[in-house]
């Protein structure tokens, strides 16, 4: 079936550091991709999403692209801050019976210190 | 405009008991999913309702229920609970139940099985 697979963490990184979390998948079809944040005690945020092939996604400074080729979708973001320490969790639209269900990684902790 | 709402936002129960989770979506959207994060996990899906009719179940025993009111909100059920049952239950809404639309997710219930 289909799955997504992300670098295990923790990542620690200073601040002003770049950061990339790598994201592979596995579909059948061309699945919609999406990265969602999770901070500590909350529920989840999108933070970005690219539905085909080459889309790139971009928010608050993070960027991801859709590469069919190397069915990755990793998350990069030029200049981590503090406030950036959180969970990242990398997923993919499943078409399941006659709806979607959104497939999701293990998750990725990223500590970031001053 | 209010965010996808869950309540409660905690409970504790026994083993063996019954709980209902409610969820109410973003204004205007008429699919809800429900996903169980198990703690360091990510989300697993269970069930995805559009329209109040079911469109997708994950691999959850049938133990867990769920249903769609007119008004778009939606209960999810959970009989003779286990400790393993143990989660952050999350809530998403969309506009519409197909994978490239963004799915929104609720803070949460935490349910601690005891």
């Known amino acids: 079936g289909n799955s997504v697979t992300q670098m295990e963490g923790p990542v620690t990184l200073s601040e002003e550091a770049f950061l990339t979390i790598n994201c592979t998948y596995t579909?059948?079809?061309?699945?919609?991709l999406f990265w969602y944040v999770q901070y500590p005690g909350e529920g989840l945020q999108l933070l970005l999403k690219?539905?085909?092939?080459?889309d790139k996604g971009s928010n608050k400074g993070f960027e991801a692209t859709y590469r069919k080729e190397t069915t990755s979708f990793h998350l990069e973001k030029g200049s981590v801050q503090v406030s950036d320490s959180a969970v990242y969790f990398c997923?993919?639209?499943?078409?399941?019976?006659?709806?979607?269900?959104?497939?999701f990684g293990k998750g990725t902790t990223l500590s970031v210190s001053s | 405009d209010a965010g996808v709402t869950q309540s409660p936002t905690h409970l504790i129960k026994t083993r063996g008991q019954q709980v209902t989770l409610r969820c109410s979506p973003i204004?205007?959207?008429?699919?809800v999913s429900w996903y169980q994060q198990v703690l360091g996990q990510g989300p697993q899906f269970i069930f995805q309702?559009?329209?109040?009719?079911?469109?997708g179940r994950g691999n959850f025993p049938d133990r867990f229920s769920a249903r769609q009111f007119p008004n778009y909100s939606s209960e999810l059920n959970v009989n003779a609970l286990l400790l393993g049952d143990s989660a952050l239950y999350l809530c998403?809404?969309?506009?519409?139940?197909?994978?490239?639309?963004?799915?929104?997710f609720g803070p949460g219930t935490r349910l601690t099985v005891t």
């Open positions: 998403a809404s969309s506009l519409l139940a197909q994978g490239w639309y963004e799915q929104y």
């Open positions: 579909a059948t079809g061309y699945p919609s």
């Open positions: 690219a539905t085909k092939a080459d």
């Open positions: 997923a993919l639209s499943d078409r399941i019976q006659a709806g979607t269900a959104l497939i």
């Open positions: 204004s205007g959207h008429k699919s």
């Open positions: 309702y559009y329209e109040k009719e079911e469109r």
